[in-house]
């Protein structure tokens, strides 16, 4: 019974590509040593793995090409972040607020809505099915 409800597919469209479009930045800083780049010392598995997946699947769920998959594979990537990156090097601590690894976690959980709810409107997808506006 929400008030917003009529505009749910254009918020989520808008959820969409404000998520990819923030995860993509993220590869670029990773990959193209934009933003400040990596710090020195990055394992190549970090620069080159989740840089990649953070550039593409962020613009493939901006766009709305194959999003439900490409935010399948982002979440799951930010999962294997959160852990790798913020749990295990803090002593097993899983306080998203104490290990410092409340992106991560959100962009896992925020991908992984994305991957279930798939491209929607005002999308390369929706468009190709001949759906792009509604």
Known sequence: MGFLRPHA???????RIAAG?????????KVFGM?????????PFIVYGAGGIEFLGGLLVA???????????????MAVA?????VIPNGG????MLNKGELAALYCFVFFYIAAHGSGIWSVDAARRGHSRT
């Open 9 to 15: 597919e254009r918020i989520y469209a808008l959820l």
């Open 21 to 29: 479009l923030m995860f993509m930045l993220h590869g670029m800083q």
């Open 35 to 43: 933003f400040g780049g990596m710090p020195a010392g990055a394992p």
């Open 63 to 77: 766009i709305g090409l194959f999003a439900g998959p490409a935010a399948f594979i982002s979440s799951g990537t």
């Open 82 to 86: 959160f852990f790798m990156g913020h």
């Open 93 to 96: 601590n899983l306080n998203p």
